[in-house]
């Protein structure tokens, strides 16, 4: 329990100082750079915020930038958008957060 009281606790002082939405910046930015690429590097970059984070509800705010970069590109938006969400899962695994409850 206090382990998941910890991972909470971080993600909320992330949220409080406004790191999460600077990392949610970038992300937007390098996928409003590269636009046609945003079926790779959105779930790339859920999973890298996943990873950073360690909760998987960090990848939110991210979830509509990836809709608006790829609308305006004419990819329908649910193929990048459930990759991202499947990458963001599979980022929990990866977290260094979640190695050490074991």
């Not at 206090?2 to 100082?17: C, F, G, K, N, R």
């Not at 046609?36 to 509509?64: D, E, N």
């Not at 930038?65 to 963001?88: L, N």
Request: glycine letters at 6%; one cysteine or more.
């Amino acid at each position: 329990m206090l382990i998941i009281l910890a991972v909470v606790a971080a993600s909320a002082t992330l949220e409080a100082t406004g790191g999460l939405k600077l990392l949610v910046q970038y992300a937007e930015k390098l996928l409003r750079k590269h636009p046609s690429k945003v079926v790779f590097l959105g779930p790339l970059c859920t999973y890298s915020l996943t990873v950073m984070v360690g909760t998987g509800h960090s990848v939110y705010p991210l979830l509509p930038v990836i809709y608006d970069v790829s609308i305006k590109r004419g990819i329908r938006p649910e193929r990048p958008m459930a990759i991202a969400t499947v990458a963001s899962q599979m980022g929990i695994t990866a977290s260094l957060l979640r190695r050490q409850q074991r």
